[in-house]
Structure formats: structure tokens, C-alpha cells
């Protein structure tokens, strides 16, 4: 627990709530619910061995952080985030509300053990952080990356199934599909595969897929999108 000024707030609220997520009790003296409060969540917040911290604000004292959080009345309990609100509530509460507000922004065990192993990287690691969260997004496309390397594709390409699309399914996907070619070699497949793709899946299925490969930023995947735009339509 900190007691947290008008001049430390950027630093001890905002910026270390990048590292852990911190709890702001915006309190004053003369305030009797706020008394309540305090050694109630003091004691739940110090219950996660510093998963979470608590900022406590004395607003009779520090007017500018009150008039940040537009405070109305006390006490008022703010949730940040990587620099965000992300969750707060006004007034009294009890220690059962205090303990839920509490939990859900301190990482369970297995959260952090499956962080520590997709961390870790390695193919055994992977696995076993998928036996604890199987869908875990990071953990799926990580070890859908080792597996392509590896050359079990189909294998890669059944675990990316399992979680929702983004940009790194795709470009894995993609990995998957296309095999190991060489940066040099996709341009000449695309222009190769951009006769074809009008009226063939296939065709249009690997061009697309040559183009994950390169990336987003590469200036020949902006090209080459445009052309096959100008193909299809």
C-alpha cells in the first residue's frame, strides 16, 4: 500500500500499473463509510502477495487526482490497468463485493503459469500450458509456429482451428500451407498464381496465403493485393 500525492500519481498509479494492476481508494478523514472501506480492502489487496496493488488518496489533500477521476463522492475505488480504468465502484462495500472487485484483476495460478510457460517456449512447455488453458490463443499459435518448423502441418493447422482468427493465425496458417519457400521465390510464384486466380480456389487460396507470408508491411504484399483486387473485380 502507498499513500499517493497530486505530484506522485503519474508515477506510482499510471505508469507502475503497466507492471501490476493497481487499486486507487479515494478517501478522506472526515469521511465515515471511507473508514469502513479502508482496512477492508487494505487487508484483500494484501491477500495477493503484490499481484495487485493499493494507491490510497487523501482528496482533502491532493484536489487534482479527485478531479481526474471526476469523483462525486467518497469513497470511490478506481481499478488501473496498463494506464486505464478498467473497473470502479462508489461507496461502502462489503468484503464479499471487495473480494470479487479485487479478483478479477489479480491473475489466478494457472494464468501465470501458463504465461511462464508460453514464455519458456519450448514444444514441452507449450503442450503442458495447453493440458492447463487448451484454447489459450498464445499458447496455440506458438506451438503451431514449432510444428510447422517441425513439418507437422496438419497438426499446426488443427490447433489454430480451435481459437478465433487474428493476424498471427493467418500468417501461421499460411506457413502451414505454402511450406518452406524462400523470400525470393514468392514473387515469382504471385505472379505466377495471378493468372489463376480469377477461376481458380486453389490458385486464389496460395496467392493469398503467399501474401500473409510476406507480411502486412512488405511494399510487394501491397502490390500484389492491389492486383488481385484488380483481378477478382
Known amino acids: 500500500m502507498s499513500d499517493v500525492t497530486d505530484a506522485t500519481f503519474t508515477t506510482d498509479v499510471v505508469e507502475r500499473s503497466n507492471q501490476v494492476p493497481v487499486v486507487v481508494d479515494l478517501w478522506a478523514p472526515w469521511c465515515g463509510p471511507c473508514k469502513q472501506l479502508g482496512p477492508l ?78 514464455a519458456i517456449g519450448d514444444e514441452d512447455s507449450l503442450r503442458r500450458a495447453l493440458e492447463i488453458d487448451s484454447d489459450n490463443p498464445d499458447a496455440v499459435v506458438a506451438l503451431a509456429e514449432l510444428l510447422v518448423d517441425a513439418g507437422n502441418t496438419d497438426e499446426a493447422l488443427g490447433l489454430l482451428a480451435r481459437i478465433p482468427e487474428s493476424a498471427e493465425t493467418r500468417r501461421v496458417q499460411a506457413l502451414a500451407r505454402t511450406g518452406d519457400v524462400a523470400s525470393d521465390d514468392i ?36 502490390e500484389y493485393r492491389r492486383q488481385l483486387t484488380s483481378r477478382l473485380y
Open 41 to 118: 480492502i487494505e487487508k484483500i489487496v494484501g491477500e495477493t502477495d503484490g499481484a495487485v496493488e493499493l494507491a490510497k488518496v487523501n482528496v482533502d489533500e491532493n484536489p487534482q487526482v479527485a478531479q481526474l477521476f471526476k469523483v462525486q463522492g467518497i469513497p470511490a475505488v478506481f481499478a488501473i490497468a496498463d494506464g486505464q480504468v478498467v473497473d470502479n465502484f462508489v461507496g461502502a462495500q462489503g468484503e464479499d463485493f471487495l473480494r470479487d472487485f479485487v479478483g478479477r484483476l489479480a491473475p489466478s495460478a494457472e494464468a501465470s503459469e501458463v504465461e511462464q510457460l508460453v
Open 187 to 222: 514473387e515469382p510464384k504471385l505472379i505466377e498464381l495471378l493468372e489463376r486466380v480469377k477461376d481458380d480456389d486453389d490458385a486464389r487460396q496460395e496467392f493469398i496465403d503467399l501474401l500473409e507470408v510476406l507480411g502486412p508491411d512488405d511494399p510487394r504484399s501491397i
